[in-house]
């Protein structure tokens, strides 16, 4: 769903990049409460992974593929906040390196495949797991039904947007319903990676997991007859050396995973246009496209200039493309945490100094 320059009018344009850059700067905020000793470490290469699978376009219908957003993903594992800039540092180095997604249209592609994919499927996640029990079932299945809905959530937003500043004339009825249509069934594929993953990790890590904290129900005593919560036990201090060092088995298998699922199993990616561009070359909307400001980059179209192998070519553009995501992420949420960490000694001292 990566909307290239010249679908929306540059009013309508310069206004989402307003709004993605509050919700990055809110989220960039947000995320100090989320990175912690255990979500810092992974941030990154959530992004990178995110990163590959969105390379592994899928078939869903006739001559259409879909392929994952990833917003719900990032937020179930690392938290809504976190899960914004994860999903932005992805359509930064897609936009910036490969040519995919318009860099006028940055903005737009924030909203729609970041920041909206992020609050349903969150606002989604959050509200299923009220209603479910609390056991790992829950969480998979409550992940399932809020990736499946962010999809066409993300497809409603981009139509909202073309409403607004399309470039073409086409009827917006016919794109509302061409585009949720398609986006449904891709938000299934998105649901069956999402809950796959989610469901993976939890298995041998759920602590990892941010929407699956606090899963446990509270110990229950009986007194006089009548069952009441039990005191809630302090959480042990667990040094941040440690935990990082936890963390280095999952960490090294999603990225190994990752560069394989770039670097190898992209090659087999369905070729057909994704959603967007089915329904954009068939109603119209394509007509005003501009060419990409970085169609010039070796690593355009996620194949390295020069390398006439496309097997070849296109691997070795996907291992390039996830070194830099996990390397760009991995720094912007390790300056997160820090600032974090600086916070916490700022109000420790505050509150030492006010005894």
């Not at 949720?180 to 993976?200: D, F, M, P, Q, S």
């Not at 990790?201 to 919560?229: M, N, Q």
Request: glycine share 12%; proline share 5%; net charge neutral.
């Amino acid at each position: 769903m990566h909307v290239p320059d010249g679908f929306i009018d540059a009013p309508v344009s310069i206004a989402a990049g307003v709004a993605a850059a509050g919700a990055v700067a809110v989220s960039l905020r947000g995320a100090r409460r989320e990175l912690d000793e255990r979500a810092a470490p992974l941030a990154g290469l959530v992004a990178a992974f995110i990163f590959a699978v969105q390379m592994l376009n899928f078939p869903v219908a006739a001559g259409t593929s879909g392929h994952l957003l990833g917003g719900a993903l990032a937020a179930i594992l690392v938290g809504p906040y976190t899960g914004v800039l994860c999903v932005s540092v992805v359509l930064l180095m897609q936009g910036v390196l490969f040519a995919d997604g318009g860099l006028t249209a940055l903005g737009v592609n924030v909203m729609t495949m970041g920041v909206v994919t992020v609050v349903v499927a969150y606002a989604v996640f959050r509200g299923l797991l009220k209603l479910l029990p609390d056991t790992r079932r829950s969480v998979t299945v409550a992940a399932f039904a809020g990736a499946l809905l962010s999809v066409p959530g993300a497809a409603v937003m981009f139509t909202l947007l073309y409403a607004l500043g399309g470039t073409t004339d086409v009827p917006l009825g016919k794109v509302f319903t061409a585009m949720v249509g398609v986006h449904v069934l891709i938000g299934i594929g998105e649901a069956v990676i999402t809950a796959a993953t989610v469901g993976a990790v939890l298995a041998v890590r759920p602590d990892l997991v941010h929407g699956a904290r606090g899963l446990a129900a509270p110990l229950k005593l009986r007194v006089g007859g009548v069952l009441v919560d039990a005191p809630a036990a302090a959480p042990a201090a667990v040094p941040a050396a440690v935990a990082a060092r936890s963390t280095k088995p999952v960490w090294i298998t999603g990225l190994v995973t990752a560069l394989v699922l770039a670097g190898f199993v992209s090659f087999y990616a369905s070729a057909s246009p994704d959603g967007l561009e089915k329904v954009a070359a068939d109603k119209g909307i394509d007509q005003n496209v501009k060419e990409h400001a970085a169609a010039d980059s070796p690593l355009a179209d996620y194949s390295l200039k020069d390398v006439d192998d496309a097997r070849l070519s296109g691997g070795l553009a996907g291992v390039i493309g996830v070194g830099a995501t996990v390397a760009v992420g991995t720094g912007i949420f390790w300056t997160v945490r820090r600032r974090r960490a600086e916070d916490l000694t700022a109000a420790g001292a505050a509150s030492t100094s006010a005894v």
